[in-house]
């Protein structure tokens, strides 16, 4: 009989035929078995090491939830006979699966389908695990179309299709999921049984296409979330609700920042005056900081002949993420620019470059455009046109750690002023397929961004294969005010492009030597990171960054002139002010004011107007009385300078 080793170290003898399951912790879903995940029902054939997996873990959750999603199949196809299931994997915080249906499903269908999955859960039914050749799993599958495409591609170099049927890379296995007589081919593994499944909640329906290609026929999607308990279930829900105040496509529309115009084109957004200027304050202050930190400014245009990013390699490597060409001169192409990095590259090559200029730090506010297909386009986080606040910088061998280190500092730093200041770090190697350069390089330039990155103290993860096809990158993760991660910052190291572009410079010794080149974009994307912050701080910006900074409420008609004339004298001083001179009560006005997250109100009557002393009240509602005009203004003025992140303690009156 097999023994199981225990990470703890206990020794455990598994009778013939007896599941591992049986050995294992109470509570316990699913094992690691030799550093595999595997289902409890699966018997080593000899010694093993057997790590206990629970419901909790990362790898818990995940089997939790796409047995769920084996479950919602199961309904779906109980409730609509005539269905054709494609696929159900776990994703962040859920799962999903894409049918064929005769007629299309709308959010109020999620009940019955949710009703169908709670009687399968009660009933406790055996997720069976059978390995068979091909040829029985397309027999079995055979009026199952999207199936019977997954398991054909087996063999045929398509990794996907074997990642989701199971398969053993170059043979003729596969394995089937079956409970109470209903198949799925599945890697699994899935939890015992069906009684284990239950916080689960079915949360949107949406189209999608099959394998994600517009060509394909569109499906539809059923999107849940399911956790260990109901107590992970109800606070995640919470979380959503949060995340739904604080959406910033809702909170963009409420708060006039920005629009989409359906004149203008999916993902091309227009920035409204409030907006316009929370994103000319975000941008400034980075040029500023950036002029600091030795960065020279350069612009570049937004269209470029097909060339140069066939130099680049992009139209070898990124074709499918750029616009169509467009036919000038003559017929020659033009492209839209994905990228700004060749451009930069051009300003580089414009003369001899000597060792004395490097590190040289190129700089620009570029936009670019993505064609980004129509379902994938999110509000300002996924857009098809772009600014990307882009830095190129050029640097020796000798200097490339110090500079990747100063580049880190630089981004965490100035992240921070922002307000964002969670964060780890993810360090994305050389992916399998779409790669290019010889393997010392990839490692050197790895290795390079690690040593950079471990000097930090910021938690560091492994990304492997997630590189870009020219180099290994870091991207700096942030959390947000809610717990969730966004990927922020990107620090690539390039030896490619230098080489396809012939770059060189200067050495001391006279000789000619190439540089490597650092591909760094702090917010990502300006138009992604005006998101991120609306949604970070639930559109109630810090002052500096506001909008609107001190909004006056006149009590009456007679008091409108005299706040006109304190809102020009704290304009005179730098802050952004609003009078209301609505027709509206100043309870209503009070709660306008709160609506637009104006960070600060000065109600003004004839009392104040007579005592000279005022009373601020601030976003939370907290007021604060006795103030003089002026040491209001000066502590305002204090904070939007400081780029304070809270609002200010006035302190007794």
Known sequence: MPTLSLPEGAHIELPEGEPVGAALPKGTIVARIDGELTDLSAVPESDA??????????????????????????????????????????????????????????????????????????????FVRERVTRAEALERLRDQPFKVEIIEGIGAGDGAAEDHAGAEPGGDMVSLYSNDGWVDLCMGPHVPHTGMLGAFKLTDVAGAYWRGDEKNPQLTRIYGT?????????????????AERRDHRRLGHELDLFSFPDEIGS?????HPKGGLVRRLMEDYSRRRHE?????????????KAELFEISGHLTWFADGMFPPMELDGGTRYYLKPMNCPMHILIFKSRTRSYRELPLRLFEFGTVYRHE??????????????????????????????????????????????????????????PEAKAVGTDQEWHDATEALRAAAEAMDVPLVMDEGGGAFYGP?????????????????????DFQMPQ??????????????????????????VERFFAVLTEHYAGAFPLWLAPEQLRFVPVADRHVDRCEELAAKARGSGLRTFVDDS????????????????????????????????????????ETGGMTFDSLVGSLVAEADSRALAQTDFGPA
């Open 583 to 622: 027709k509206e009560s100043v309870g209503k006005k009070i709660r306008a004011a709160q609506l637009a997250k104006a960070p600060y109100t000065l109600v003004v009557g004839d009392q104040e107007l007579e005592t000279g002393a005022y009373t601020v009240r601030d976003r939370a509602g907290t």
């Open 473 to 493: 990158k870091i991207s700096v993760q942030v959390r947000d005010a809610i717990g969730r991660t966004w990927q922020m910052s990107t620090i690539q190291v």
């Open 49 to 126: 090491t057997v790590e206990p997996i629970a419901p909790h873990s990362d790898d818990g959750l995940q089997v939790l939830r796409h047995s769920t999603a084996h479950v919602l199949a199961q309904a779906v196809c109980d409730l609509y006979p005539d269905a054709k299931y494609a696929i159900g994997p776990a994703v962040a915080d859920g799962f999903y699966y894409d049918f064929d249906l005769a007629e299309p499903l709308h959010a109020a269908d999620l009940a019955k389908i949710d009703r169908r999955m709670r009687q399968i859960v009660k009933r406790n039914q055996r």
């Open 500 to 525: 396809r572009f012939d770059m060189e410079y200067s050495g001391d010794d006279n000789a000619r030597h190439r540089p490597i080149m650092i591909h760094r974009a702090l917010f990502g994307s």
């Open 373 to 430: 297909l129509s379902g994938a386009v999110h509000g300002l986080t996924r857009v098809r046109g772009l600014t990307m606040d882009d830095a190129h910088i050029f640097t020796t061998e000798d200097q490339l750690v110090a500079e990747l280190r100063s580049v880190l500092t630089f981004v965490l730093d100035l992240l921070r002023d922002y307000g964002l200041d969670e964060f780890y770090m993810e360090l994305s190697t050389r």
């Open 267 to 271: 993902g091309l957004a227009v920035f």
């Open 226 to 242: 399911a956790w260990a308990t109901r107590d992970d279930l109800d606070a995640y829900l919470q979380r959503l609700e949060e």
């Open 292 to 304: 600091e930190a030795g960065y020279e400014f350069v612009y570049t245009p937004h269209i470029t």
